[in-house]
């Protein structure tokens, strides 16, 4: 739940920056940000479930591929363990 709210936040802080400039362009932010931390918040239960980092990895990047963004676990690639 805090990793949700601390992407959560940062779209809000990042859309409300365009939201004067693009208010369309700030809600597609929003709504790509909290799907990427839904996304983390089921890679960090499923850890939490004892599966394994490979597992966990693997159900990550079949769910970024279904998100508009670019790179492997969504941002995740130069995430240390």
Do not use: W, Y
Not at 51 to 63: D, P, R, Y
């Amino acid at each position: 739940m805090r990793l949700t709210a601390v992407f959560i936040f940062i779209a809000a802080v990042t859309g409300a920056a365009h939201a004067a400039e693009d208010p369309a362009h700030a809600r597609t932010l929003i709504e790509q940000h909290k799907a990427i931390a839904a996304a983390h918040q089921a890679a960090a239960q499923c850890l939490a479930s004892g599966k394994t980092e490979e597992i966990c990895h693997q159900e990550l990047n079949k769910t970024c591929k279904q998100l508009p963004i670019i790179g492997p676990l969504c941002g995740m690639r130069k995430h240390r363990h």
